[in-house]
């Protein structure tokens, strides 16, 4: 797998304890963002429920969802600080835009 990948990212506050987290789909890995915004448009109910169940299984909270769309990120930084790092950013939801 390529160290920099287009995917699916959501940035979200965690209720109960109103910690922020940046989530990423890194199953999901186009080529191009055209791509990634085609696929995000037209699954962005069940990537946004997907998330919410996430949260609730992963961290035992509900999380607002402040901001979602598609990141161009550098895997390799993983094992270094612990998550990918975003390189750049194209936000195709936030809550005034829902």
Do not use: W
Not at 2 to 16: G, H, K, R, S, V
Not at 35 to 58: F, H, I, P, R
Request: one cysteine or more; glycine letters at 4%.
């Amino acid at each position: 797998m390529e160290p920099i990948i287009i995917t699916i990212y959501a940035l979200a506050t965690l209720l109960a304890t109103d910690t922020h987290k940046e989530f990423y789909a890194q199953q999901f890995s186009f080529k191009t963002k055209d791509e990634c915004v085609e696929y995000y448009t037209n699954n962005q109910a069940d990537l946004l429920n997907g998330l919410m169940e996430y949260a609730k299984q992963a961290h035992n909270d509900q999380v607002r969802i402040k901001e979602a769309g598609c990141a161009l990120i550098d895997i390799s930084k993983i094992p270094v600080i612990g998550k990918p790092e975003m390189i750049s950013k194209f936000p195709i939801y936030t809550p005034t835009s829902a």
